[in-house]
Every structure is written in C-alpha cells, then in structure tokens.
C-alpha cells in the first residue's frame, strides 16, 4: 500500500464479463492508471458458489446487508479497543491494526471460503465466527477494564490534596508517639501561607502541647503536613482552636498493616495490569485480523449475490478493488460511469441520486449502474 495515498477507502466493484473476464479487467485498468492515474487496483477474485434461486439470493442480500454492518461494528470496536489499551502510544495502533499480518486480502480468499460451498453455510458460519470476537471483546474488555479502574482508584488515592490523599507512602513510623496511654501525635495541614502562624502558635493552641514536637514531614504546592503531639484529653480543644486558624487536622491513625495492605495492593494491581497487557494485545491484534478477513468476505458475497442478481445468470463478472486516489475521486467517478452506463439504461436519470430501488439492498447505498461498495478502513475515531 503506497504511504503517499492517504485515502483509507476502497472500492469494490464488479461489471460483467465482456468476451472474458480478463478483458473486463484490462479496460478498467487501462481507463484508470494509463495516463490519469485515478486509483490503484487490483483483481478480486471470487470464487464460484451455489448459487440457489433467486427469491434465496434476493433475501441473502438482506441478511448480507445486516451481517456487513455487524461485522464493521466489530471490527471498528476491536480497533477502538486496542487504541484504548495503547493509552498513549496511539501511532502504534495503526502498525497492530494489520489484516493477516498485512499480507494482501486476496491473497487467502480463495482458501477460506473452502469453508463452505454454499452462500447461505458462509453467512452463517462468517457471523458465528465475528459474534464469537464480539462476546468475547466484552468479556477481555470489562476484566481489564475493571483492573484499570481499581488501578485508577488507588493512584488517585495516592495523588491529590494533603486533605484527601492517602498518606500511606508519605508517613513513618518514627513521625509517631505510638502506644501512649496519654499522648498521641496529630498530623495538620498547614497553608504555607500561614506556616510562620504555625510555628508561632501550635505549642499555645490548647493545654498540654508537647513544645517543639512538630516537624514538617512532607508537603505540596500549597501546603505542608506537619504532626504534632500532646495529651489525649487536649485533642478536642486543639482541633476546634486550629480550625480558626486554617490549619486543619486530618482524621489519621497509623496503622503499619493497613499502610502495607493498600501499597500491596497496588503492587498487585499493577502487576496483574502488565501481565495482561501483552496476551490481551496479542489477542487484539489476532481477532482484528480475523475479524477484518470476515468483513471482506462479507463484501465479496455481496458483491457476488449482487452481481447475480443485476447480471444474471451463468455467472460472468469480474470483482476489482480500487483505492482511489483522494484528489481524484469525483474524476474516478465518472470515467466509471461512462466505462459502465451502458449497463443501465434508467442510470442517466439516476446518477446522483440515492434512492430505493426493490429487490437491491440499496437504501445505505448509493447506486450506480456497477455493483459497488464501499470499504472504509478508516477505523479509529481519535477523540
């Protein structure tokens, strides 16, 4: 795929078979690279199916139309997903986002659809298959998911204002009188507005204040947590006389186990985060292949059924992939129809128009006089 065409679209088309297929190949080709170049293509073969009769094709095209849309959402949300588990390095979500590990699409079509030998079994057994990726996306999805959270939960535990954020990884055993019947050790948010204040005052704030028994242990932009101690029956005293002075007491008691349990935890947390990370990647980039392969299978028997149905039988036509270059695509357009217009005589009238027209699932479509559609792998939305 040439880096310089950023258009992420694909056209798949198909028109009948002239004296051979080949030939219908080598008009198209030569009308749209020659001297203009308009788009890059490529032959798409099909192999032949059953084809069953024509009220069987007719509603295949309706449940084909529904599988298609299916079979994008999945592949666009298994994109998104590995874009979500990227978190940051979202340029590497393009290189993981490769069919078949980038080999051409073409290249297996023929060997999977082996599979099966009629349209029907390949409609059935295509959306077994995605739905599969679907439910098991929402399984590996809401695992990590709620591992992220807890993770995210605790980190913003441990961020935050000294009002609020976990002390745990900040205070030590030695900031403490421990296991005193009559003293105990507060810890106080100061300003640092009003630091000089506290230094000043904390010793007269209420009776039985050890003197020079608070230290600064840690602080932040705006502020600095410092503890202090005195006897047990002055606390209420001190924390009402602080209070009119902004500097506020934090409800704290040290408790070694609690400390180690919660920075356990998240050890274990982030732990079980990287273990799953590479597998779930792994699996991202395996089903975004798989699922990508199903959706252009899923073309290709749209475009097979629809063929049929518009060129009618025995089966003679030739499916072509185009990558339109961007500049060029109104241009591209019409050298297509004045190529196939012939096909349709009703397509003068309706060469713009999108419309509805019984028996073709065209509603999402817009018509023209060839077999079309249209394979966006523009997949992620960056928000």
């Known amino acids: 795929q040439d880096k310089d065409v950023k258009m992420t679209e ?27 170049n308009l788009s890059t293509n490529s032959k798409f073969n099909i192999p032949d199916l059953k084809v069953g009769t024509l009220d069987v094709l007719v509603g295949l095209s309706d449940e084909l139309a529904k599988l298609d849309a299916f ?24 290189e993981n986002l490769l069919a078949n590990g980038g080999k051409s699409v073409n290249h297996d079509m023929h ?9 029907s079994d390949s409609v059935l057994f295509l959306f077994k298959g995605v739905n599969q990726i679907d439910n098991d996306l929402k399984a590996r999805a809401s695992a990590y998911n709620n591992l992220k ?45 009003n630091y000089n204040d506290w230094v000043k005052q904390y010793e007269t704030l209420a009776e039985m204040v050890v003197p020079r028994s608070s230290n600064v242990l840690f602080e932040d932009q705006d502020s600095y947590l410092c503890n202090v101690t005195l006897f047990r029956k002055a606390v209420d005293d001190f924390k009402h006389k602080a209070r ?84 060029t695509m109104k241009k ?15 397509a003068a009238a309706i060469i713009d128009a999108t419309m509805d027209i019984p028996g073709l699932n065209l509603s999402q479509q817009e018509y023209y006089p060839y077999v079309y559609y249209k394979i966006d792998c523009n997949l992620l939305e960056f928000k």
Request: proline share 2%; glycine share 2%.
């Open 10 to 36: 694909f056209w798949l088309i198909s028109a009948p078979g002239e004296k051979t297929c080949q030939q219908t190949w080598e008009k198209l080709h030569a009308a749209t690279t020659k001297s203009n």
């Open 71 to 94: 079979v994008e959402g999945v592949v666009k949300k298994v994109a998104q997903y590995m874009a979500d588990v990227l978190e940051d390095s979202k340029d590497k979500v393009q």
């Open 111 to 119: 060997k999977s659809f082996e599979n099966y030998s009629s349209s």
């Open 149 to 193: 959270g807890n993770l995210q939960n605790l980190e913003r535990k441990n961020a935050g204002s000294l009002l609020t954020r976990s002390l745990a990884d900040i205070v030590k055993k030695e900031d403490f009188v421990l296991d005193s019947e009559y003293l105990v050790t507060l810890l106080v948010i100061v300003p640092k507005l």
């Open 244 to 327: 009119e002075y902004k500097f506020m007491v934090r409800d704290f008691q040290y408790n070694e186990e609690e400390m180690k349990a919660d920075k356990e935890e998240m050890n274990r947390l982030s732990t079980d985060k990287k273990k799953q990370f590479g597998p779930l990647v792994r699996w991202l980039k395996v089903n975004f292949s798989e699922a990508f392969i199903a959706w252009i299978h899923v073309k290709a028997l749209r475009v097979f059924v629809e063929s049929v149905l518009r060129y009618g039988l025995p089966v003679n036509f030739q499916a072509m992939l185009l990558q339109p270059n961007k500049k």
């Open 332 to 346: 591209l357009r019409e050298v297509l129809y004045d190529l196939y217009k012939h096909l349709d005589s009703s």
